[in-house]
């Protein structure tokens, strides 16, 4: 019920508040009511057609570097 | 696909795993909550649970909205589409939910009674405006991810005079769930279920924001992480709840930081509060 999927703002409609995104090879139409300063080439979470919320690649790019740095640990200790 | 692939690598998978057998210690016991059904099916589908020490067990918790719903409230669609001529729209996830006398509303939708499923409230707003000689009810459920959408579909059936659009409203809080659960008797009394950390609930946070959480990491002296759904995110989040456990804290961190903010989305809060009240009681 809560997924939810993150897609790419190809295309966007400001009389309708609406967007295309692209969900990996597929383009849908999500409506943008719930956002705010979203721009072509964001990513956005996509729910019940929906973008609920957008991504931030920098706080992502941290994430996988905090991986990354677990992993290292993890490397160094066994 | 981007910001799905990386956080489901093998490899890093491995590593993650590999950092949390070094980091738990070996006498302990960690037995760690998650809220949400998105995490379950994640530890699942990717065999988390076998991939970390045996000590560390997870306690899955209430699942979704549509697992909490009461009968009743299938029933009482039911009856509204035996008694009125309505187009009853609702999501997927509720059409095989058992109601009393082993209906559910794909029986009864077989059986002739104008049930559609939606992927969304503007495909409701739609079916509205294509029978504008019909009622058309739009059966809302889940918690704070589908209630904006509800409230944007109000708002829109209001500025377009759509008198034809109803909603029979079942949206239900998370964080009244998640009090009960931890004011239950088999939580609070020790020796029954013991629950050592929280996965906190993704999608939800990213409306609601994480700092609705820092009142149950303190009221009840455990660590909460916002954990996002993807399996890398799980482990990660697993490894930060036994560190808080290890250094005996009880914080909220956010490993979600991708999408969850401490604020979540305003726009949809401010949304959801010009269109609902909230009711103390949902039964």
């Known amino acids: ?78 | 696909m981007k910001y799905i692939e990386d956080f489901r690598d093998p490899q890093l998978a491995q590593k993650l795993a590999t950092a949390i057998k070094n980091e738990v210690e070996p006498d302990r016991q960690y037995n760690l909550m998650e809220f949400c059904g998105g995490h379950t099916h994640a530890i699942f589908r990717y065999g988390i649970q076998d991939l970390l020490p045996g000590n560390i067990k997870f306690i899955h918790g209430p699942g979704c909205p549509v697992c909490v719903l009461p009968t009743g409230r299938i029933d009482s669609a039911i009856q509204l589409l035996q008694a009125e001529d309505i187009i009853l729209c609702t999501y997927g996830d509720l059409m095989r939910v058992p109601a009393s006398n082993r209906k559910s509303l794909m029986k009864v939708k077989a059986e002739g009674a104008d049930v559609r499923m939606v992927f969304s409230t503007m495909d409701a707003l739609k079916i509205a405006r294509e029978n504008p000689e019909r009622e058309v009810v739009f059966f809302a459920i889940g918690f704070e991810t589908t209630t904006p959408p509800t409230a944007v579909a109000i708002k829109t059936a209001q500025a377009d005079n759509l008198n034809n659009f109803t909603v029979f409203c079942n949206h239900v809080l998370t964080p009244a769930a998640i009090q009960n659960i931890l004011e239950s008797p088999e939580v609070r009394e020790i020796g029954s279920v013991s629950i050592d950390g929280f996965f906190c609930l993704s999608h939800v946070s990213s409306i609601i924001g994480s700092q609705l959480y820092e009142f149950f990491a303190e009221e009840y002296q455990k660590p909460v992480v916002i954990a996002g759904f993807e399996p890398l995110d799980v482990m990660q989040s697993a490894l930060m709840l036994v560190r808080q456990i290890n250094e005996g804290r009880h914080e909220v961190e956010n490993e979600y930081r991708r999408v969850v903010s401490r604020n979540g989305n305003l726009k949809a809060q401010q949304l959801v509060a010009s269109v609902m009240e909230l009711r103390r009681n949902f039964e």
């Open chain 1, 1 to 78: 019920m809560c997924l939810a999927l993150p897609a790419k703002i190809i295309s966007m409609d400001e009389t309708s508040d609406t967007a295309m995104v692209a969900l990996g090879e597929v383009n849908v139409e999500v409506s943008l009511a719930l956002v705010e300063d979203v721009q072509i080439d964001d990513f956005v979470l996509v729910h019940v057609g929906y973008a609920l919320n957008k991504i931030s690649q920098e706080e992502a790019d941290e994430t996988l570097r905090l991986f990354a740095e677990a992993g290292l640990t993890g490397e160094a200790d066994s």
